[in-house]
């Protein structure tokens, strides 16, 4: 006697339902109509004789039944996709932060592509979590403090340093040269590491109490701000580097080693492919290169400026 299996299409449009938590949502993503999405759910509440939604007036929410299906639906679906991108592999793609990209990816990329230029580099600028399946994403470039996706390859690089940085100019008019003189500084953070204060008065010994007063949306408008003389910035050493050596930027207190690690995800199904590998490869031998966690940088361009500058 055959059984009667439930459509795989009903299901899809079950599992994005839940996913997303909207009927219309769903039917965006899988391209069909709202009515469509709404049938194929109620056929499946009809052949299994119980409610796997709770529909609301916006959005809609699974029953502890339907929860428990759409989780292994996910899966599900998750494997068959990464089954078929084994065979029909997409582009190499790598995910950063913009800030990552700006500061330190794009002065370097050049070299990547010299020494492999039949691969195609494409990017992905988010520095949250991903699926790497449904994003197309290769490798990731990260910080330990965010989660990682199940089953991902994690491969740690080098620790991150820390450090608060100013231009030439705020430094002399501020007097910095002590810790003391912090506290009567601007303090500048971002709201993706509100702890970034914290963090270095924790790692380099500071019994200082010091909070910053003023946050941006992203690192590269806290760099940019810092750069302009708005204040004293706190900022990961691999971000400013560039500032640093140009004497854009000047680091009075030096670096210390923070509480997170930059590390690379790598996805489980693409680790083997040769453009996967020859990324991977190239973006460890940059990261281990001198200067971006404990060693000093030549700042000679930033003394000069400073000498540079009448006597306040």
Same mark, same amino acid.
């Given at each position: 006697m055959s059984v009667k299996r439930p459509s795989l299409n009903a299901l899809r449009a079950f599992e994005a339902t839940v996913r997303l938590s909207s009927m219309s949502a769903a039917a965006d993503e899988l391209l069909v109509t709202h009515g469509a999405v709404s049938r194929h759910i109620k056929s499946l509440e009809d052949? %299994?004789? !119980? @409610?796997?939604?709770?529909?609301?007036?916006?959005?809609?929410?699974?029953t502890p039944e339907g929860a428990r299906l759409a989780m292994e639906l996910t899966s599900a679906f998750s494997l068959i996709a990464s089954s078929v991108e084994q065979l029909r592999p997409g582009p190499l793609t790598l995910a950063c932060s913009s800030t990552i990209m700006m500061s330190w990816l794009i002065p370097r990329i050049r070299g990547f592509h010299a020494l492999h230029p039949? /691969?195609?580099?494409? %990017?992905?600028?988010?520095?949250? &979590?991903?699926? %790497?399946?449904?994003d197309e994403i290769s490798v990731a470039l990260r910080i330990?403090?965010?989660? @990682? @996706?199940?089953?991902? /390859? !994690?491969?740690?690089? !080098?620790?991150?340093?820390i450090g608060p940085v100013c231009s030439p100019e705020y430094m002399q008019a501020n007097e910095i040269t002590t810790l003391a003189a912090l506290e009567r500084c601007t303090l500048l953070s971002t709201k993706t590491r509100p702890a970034g204060w914290k963090d270095w008065m924790g790692s380099s010994g500071q019994s200082c109490n010091? &909070?910053?007063?003023?946050?941006?949306?992203? %690192?590269?408008?806290? !760099?940019?701000a810092a750069a302009c003389g708005l204040g004293v910035a706190m900022v990961p050493k691999i971000l400013v580097l560039s500032d640093l050596r140009s004497g854009k930027l000047v680091a009075p207190f030096g670096f210390v080693r923070g509480p997170n690690k930059i590390v690379l995800w790598i996805a489980p199904h693409l680790r083997m492919?040769?453009?996967?590998?020859?990324?991977?490869?190239?973006?460890?031998?940059e990261l281990r290169k001198p200067g971006a966690q404990g060693e000093a940088i030549e700042v000679a361009a930033a003394v000069t400026r400073l000498n540079s500058l009448p006597a306040s």
């Open positions: 052949m %299994f004789a !119980i @409610p796997l939604l709770l529909r609301g007036a916006r959005s809609v929410q699974a039949e /691969i195609e580099l494409r %990017f992905n600028m988010n520095y949250d &979590r991903i699926d %790497f399946v449904r330990s403090m965010i989660e @990682p @996706p199940k089953e991902v /390859i !994690i491969k740690e690089m !080098i620790d991150e340093w010091l &909070r910053a007063s003023s946050s941006y949306e992203h %690192f590269y408008l806290l !760099i940019q492919r040769p453009d996967t590998k020859a990324l991977v490869a190239w973006l460890t031998a």
